[in-house]
Protein backbone atom coordinates (compact mmCIF):
# COMPACT_ATOMS: atom_id res chain seq x y z
CA UNK A 1 0.00 0.00 0.00
CA UNK A 2 1.01 3.44 -1.20
CA UNK A 3 1.81 6.20 1.79
CA UNK A 4 -0.78 8.41 -0.63
CA UNK A 5 -4.70 7.14 -0.76
CA UNK A 6 -6.54 9.91 -2.60
CA UNK A 7 -10.20 8.67 -1.54
CA UNK A 8 -9.09 10.45 1.98
CA UNK A 9 -11.74 12.86 1.97
CA UNK A 10 -10.28 16.47 3.79
CA UNK A 11 -10.81 17.47 7.10
CA UNK A 12 -8.85 20.98 7.47
CA UNK A 13 -10.56 22.62 10.88
CA UNK A 14 -9.91 26.55 11.36
CA UNK A 15 -10.54 28.26 14.76
CA UNK A 16 -10.65 31.95 15.47
CA UNK A 17 -11.31 33.60 18.81
CA UNK A 18 -9.79 36.21 21.39
CA UNK A 19 -8.14 34.98 24.07
CA UNK A 20 -10.53 33.62 26.65
CA UNK A 21 -13.09 32.53 23.91
CA UNK A 22 -12.17 28.60 24.51
CA UNK A 23 -10.30 27.95 21.09
CA UNK A 24 -7.80 25.93 22.80
CA UNK A 25 -10.16 23.79 24.16
CA UNK A 26 -11.98 23.21 21.34
CA UNK A 27 -9.04 22.50 19.44
CA UNK A 28 -8.02 19.65 21.36
CA UNK A 29 -11.45 18.33 21.60
CA UNK A 30 -11.40 17.77 18.08
CA UNK A 31 -7.98 15.88 18.31
CA UNK A 32 -9.88 13.18 20.54
CA UNK A 33 -10.33 10.12 19.45
CA UNK A 34 -6.94 10.37 17.12
CA UNK A 35 -4.19 7.98 17.22
CA UNK A 36 -1.39 10.23 16.39
CA UNK A 37 -1.32 13.92 16.79
CA UNK A 38 2.01 16.03 15.83
CA UNK A 39 1.93 19.36 17.26
CA UNK A 40 3.29 22.91 17.20
CA UNK A 41 3.21 23.92 20.64
CA UNK A 42 4.29 27.52 20.74
CA UNK A 43 2.84 28.17 24.45
CA UNK A 44 4.14 25.52 26.03
CA UNK A 45 1.46 24.37 27.32
CA UNK A 46 0.53 20.74 25.64
CA UNK A 47 2.61 19.06 28.25
CA UNK A 48 0.22 19.18 30.88
CA UNK A 49 -2.76 18.35 28.55
CA UNK A 50 -1.19 14.26 27.61
CA UNK A 51 1.55 15.06 25.38
CA UNK A 52 5.10 13.89 24.75
CA UNK A 53 6.93 17.51 24.78
CA UNK A 54 10.17 18.56 23.31
CA UNK A 55 12.30 21.41 23.21
CA UNK A 56 14.20 20.11 21.16
CA UNK A 57 13.08 19.04 17.53
CA UNK A 58 15.65 16.26 17.00
CA UNK A 59 14.39 14.76 19.82
CA UNK A 60 10.51 15.53 18.39
CA UNK A 61 11.22 14.05 15.26
CA UNK A 62 12.69 10.85 16.77
CA UNK A 63 10.06 10.06 19.14
CA UNK A 64 7.34 11.30 16.22
CA UNK A 65 8.61 9.62 13.54
CA UNK A 66 9.60 6.45 15.18
CA UNK A 67 5.69 5.81 16.58
CA UNK A 68 2.36 4.81 14.74
CA UNK A 69 0.45 6.38 17.63
CA UNK A 70 0.90 8.94 20.24
CA UNK A 71 0.75 13.01 21.27
CA UNK A 72 4.20 14.92 20.59
CA UNK A 73 4.11 18.68 20.83
CA UNK A 74 7.31 20.65 19.08
CA UNK A 75 7.64 23.28 21.60
CA UNK A 76 9.30 26.05 19.87
CA UNK A 77 8.30 29.68 18.22
CA UNK A 78 9.24 31.57 15.20
CA UNK A 79 8.85 31.11 11.45
CA UNK A 80 12.13 29.49 10.93
CA UNK A 81 10.95 26.65 13.57
CA UNK A 82 7.24 26.34 12.16
CA UNK A 83 8.83 25.86 8.78
CA UNK A 84 11.06 22.81 9.69
CA UNK A 85 8.03 21.35 11.76
CA UNK A 86 6.01 21.12 9.18
CA UNK A 87 8.53 20.14 6.53
CA UNK A 88 9.29 17.21 9.16
CA UNK A 89 5.55 16.20 9.11
CA UNK A 90 4.97 16.50 5.23
CA UNK A 91 7.77 13.80 5.17
CA UNK A 92 6.79 11.59 8.07
CA UNK A 93 2.94 12.00 6.67
CA UNK A 94 1.63 8.73 5.27
CA UNK A 95 -1.83 7.22 4.87
CA UNK A 96 -1.00 4.15 6.54
CA UNK A 97 -0.73 5.89 9.46
CA UNK A 98 -2.83 8.89 9.56
CA UNK A 99 -1.95 11.95 12.44
CA UNK A 100 -3.88 14.75 13.07
CA UNK A 101 -1.59 18.26 12.84
CA UNK A 102 -2.53 20.87 15.70
CA UNK A 103 -1.14 24.21 15.32
CA UNK A 104 -1.73 26.73 18.04
CA UNK A 105 -1.17 30.82 17.88
CA UNK A 106 -0.89 30.69 14.03
CA UNK A 107 -1.11 34.09 13.57
CA UNK A 108 2.62 34.14 14.63
CA UNK A 109 3.83 32.39 12.07
CA UNK A 110 2.34 32.72 8.74
CA UNK A 111 0.69 36.14 7.19
CA UNK A 112 -2.89 37.18 5.41
CA UNK A 113 -1.21 36.21 2.20
CA UNK A 114 -0.22 32.73 0.82
CA UNK A 115 0.76 30.33 3.14
CA UNK A 116 4.31 29.58 3.84
CA UNK A 117 6.19 26.77 1.46
CA UNK A 118 6.18 23.80 3.79
CA UNK A 119 2.86 25.19 6.06
CA UNK A 120 1.31 25.33 2.26
CA UNK A 121 2.13 21.84 1.67
CA UNK A 122 0.41 20.61 5.02
CA UNK A 123 -2.87 21.85 3.46
CA UNK A 124 -2.66 21.07 0.29
CA UNK A 125 -1.05 18.23 -0.09
CA UNK A 126 -1.54 16.40 3.84
CA UNK A 127 -5.05 14.67 2.87
CA UNK A 128 -3.89 11.78 0.60
CA UNK A 129 -1.36 11.50 2.79
CA UNK A 130 -3.56 11.05 6.40
CA UNK A 131 -3.24 14.57 7.52
CA UNK A 132 -6.16 16.29 9.47
CA UNK A 133 -5.53 19.72 10.24
CA UNK A 134 -6.64 21.49 13.42
CA UNK A 135 -4.98 25.47 12.99
CA UNK A 136 -6.27 28.26 15.31
CA UNK A 137 -4.91 32.18 16.35
CA UNK A 138 -7.05 35.00 18.07
CA UNK A 139 -7.25 36.61 14.58
CA UNK A 140 -8.71 35.70 12.08
CA UNK A 141 -7.13 38.56 9.63
CA UNK A 142 -3.81 37.69 10.27
CA UNK A 143 -4.15 33.93 8.74
CA UNK A 144 -3.13 33.33 5.48
CA UNK A 145 -5.34 32.68 2.54
CA UNK A 146 -4.63 29.22 2.02
CA UNK A 147 -5.91 28.07 5.30
CA UNK A 148 -9.10 30.25 4.80
CA UNK A 149 -9.47 28.81 1.60
CA UNK A 150 -9.32 24.75 2.35
CA UNK A 151 -10.93 24.77 5.22
CA UNK A 152 -13.63 21.92 5.53
CA UNK A 153 -15.05 23.36 9.21
CA UNK A 154 -14.71 26.92 11.16
CA UNK A 155 -15.07 27.34 14.62
CA UNK A 156 -15.78 31.12 15.58
CA UNK A 157 -15.66 32.29 19.41
CA UNK A 158 -15.71 35.35 21.01
CA UNK A 159 -13.86 38.81 18.78
CA UNK A 160 -12.45 40.98 20.95
CA UNK A 161 -12.36 43.57 17.28
CA UNK A 162 -15.16 44.60 15.11
CA UNK A 163 -13.42 44.09 11.77
CA UNK A 164 -12.12 41.00 12.81
CA UNK A 165 -15.90 39.89 12.98
CA UNK A 166 -16.43 41.58 10.30
CA UNK A 167 -13.92 39.42 8.34
CA UNK A 168 -15.65 36.35 9.58
CA UNK A 169 -18.83 37.32 8.26
CA UNK A 170 -17.64 38.16 5.17
CA UNK A 171 -16.07 34.61 4.90
CA UNK A 172 -18.84 32.73 6.23
CA UNK A 173 -22.75 33.46 5.83
CA UNK A 174 -23.04 34.41 9.19
CA UNK A 175 -24.66 38.10 10.47
CA UNK A 176 -21.95 40.03 11.35
CA UNK A 177 -24.39 41.18 14.56
CA UNK A 178 -24.68 37.19 15.37
CA UNK A 179 -20.81 37.12 15.88
CA UNK A 180 -20.22 40.06 17.73
CA UNK A 181 -22.75 39.32 20.54
CA UNK A 182 -20.43 36.01 21.18
CA UNK A 183 -19.16 36.34 24.75
CA UNK A 184 -15.95 35.22 26.14
CA UNK A 185 -15.34 33.08 29.29
CA UNK A 186 -17.10 32.14 31.79
CA UNK A 187 -20.05 31.61 29.11
CA UNK A 188 -17.68 30.52 25.77
CA UNK A 189 -20.54 31.23 23.03
CA UNK A 190 -19.34 29.67 20.00
CA UNK A 191 -20.47 29.38 15.92
CA UNK A 192 -19.73 25.63 14.75
CA UNK A 193 -19.65 26.83 10.35
CA UNK A 194 -19.84 23.53 8.08
CA UNK A 195 -20.53 25.79 5.11
CA UNK A 196 -22.61 27.76 3.57
CA UNK A 197 -26.37 27.96 5.12
CA UNK A 198 -25.00 25.48 7.41
CA UNK A 199 -24.01 26.77 10.45
CA UNK A 200 -25.01 26.45 14.69
CA UNK A 201 -25.20 28.87 17.36
CA UNK A 202 -23.96 27.80 20.85
CA UNK A 203 -24.79 29.75 23.74
CA UNK A 204 -23.06 29.39 27.10
CA UNK A 205 -24.79 29.70 30.12
Known amino acids: MSRIDESLSADVRAYFGATGAGKTFNMLKDCEGARRVLAFDPKGTLGAQ ?19 EGRFAYQATGAANFARFCEAVMAMADARRPAVVLVDELGNVTTPSKAPEHWHNVISLGRAMGLKIRAGAQRAPEIDKT ?12 QSRTADAQYLAKETDVPVETIKALRPKPHFDQILYLGRGDWKLIKGK
Do not use: E, V
Not at 50 to 68: I, V, Y
Not at 147 to 158: E, S
Open 147 to 158: LIGNKTHLWIGY
Open 50 to 68: GFQAFHDFGQWLKAASGAN
